[in-house]
């Protein structure tokens, strides 16, 4: 089966820097994507990675393995407007959406 | 640009009930889809549509109907409501099925908060 595992729930102190990570079996990958999730809202984009690397936006950064089926999305200078959840997912073969729970980070004074 | 726009926000429903779910978006996307998301799960695709006249099946379609008559608007029926169905549901569009031609981004609307007694 297809699967997308993520961390539940993360704690992280304002101003430092958080790794969130995310690890899938999917059949087939046509990319990899993390939406931050505010409680109560709507999922907005985030990054986008396709091929091996790391991509680079502002204080988001997001990582890919194809070969380890691994991703992180790294958030650094942590604001309090950072506590949210964030959702990874998987483009897979048919190019269908495979999502993860969500790993839920909670930013603390 | 109102971008993806869903109406109610909230609903609460009697068991044995249907009701529809409105998603409209004015980006001229071919693509949209309904979710739903549960507590401790990741988002479950329902239904999907291509383009106007196209609808196909998600991950969980039982107990839900779409229709796709305009670029515009793709409507969710929920066709006899039932406890299972208590959720928030959520309309995605995108350029293509796998978003935006370069990004990959899905544009989501606000969210609808469904509860089933």
């Known amino acids: 089966g297809q699967n997308i595992d993520q961390p539940t729930e993360m704690t992280a102190t304002e101003g430092a820097i958080v790794q969130i990570n995310c690890t899938y079996q999917?059949?087939?990958?046509?990319?990899l994507f993390w939406y931050q999730q505010h409680a109560g809202e709507a999922p907005t984009f985030l990054s986008y990675?396709?091929l091996d690397g790391l991509e680079e936006k502002g204080r988001f950064s997001s990582f890919l393995s194809r070969s380890k089926g691994y991703s992180y999305l790294l958030l650094k200078e942590l604001q309090m407007k950072d506590s949210a959840s964030y959702l990874c997912?998987?483009?897979?073969?048919?190019?269908?959406?495979?999502w993860g729970a969500g790993t839920k980070l909670i930013i603390k004074p | 640009n109102a971008g993806v726009t869903q109406t109610p926000k909230f609903q609460v429903l009697k068991t044995g009930q249907s009701m529809t779910l409105q998603c409209a978006q004015d980006?001229?996307?071919?693509?949209m889809s309904w979710y739903r998301q549960d507590p401790g799960m990741g988002l479950r695709l329902i239904h999907y549509?291509?383009?106007?006249?196209?609808?196909d099946q998600g991950e969980v379609p039982n107990g839900y109907n779409v229709s796709r008559s305009t670029t515009e608007d793709f409507p969710l029926r929920l066709l006899s409501a039932a406890p299972s169905q208590t959720s928030v549901y959520f309309c995605?569009?995108?350029?293509?099925?796998?978003?935006?031609?370069?990004?990959?981004?899905?544009?989501f609307g606000e969210g609808s908060r469904l509860t089933v007694l």
């Open positions: 995605a569009s995108s350029y293509s099925p796998h978003g935006d031609f370069n990004t990959g981004e899905l544009f």
């Open positions: 980006m001229n996307h071919e693509y």
């Open positions: 549509s291509v383009g106007a006249g196209i609808t």
């Open positions: 999917t059949s087939g990958f046509n990319g």
């Open positions: 990675n396709v």
């Open positions: 997912a998987v483009s897979d073969s048919n190019y269908q959406l495979i």
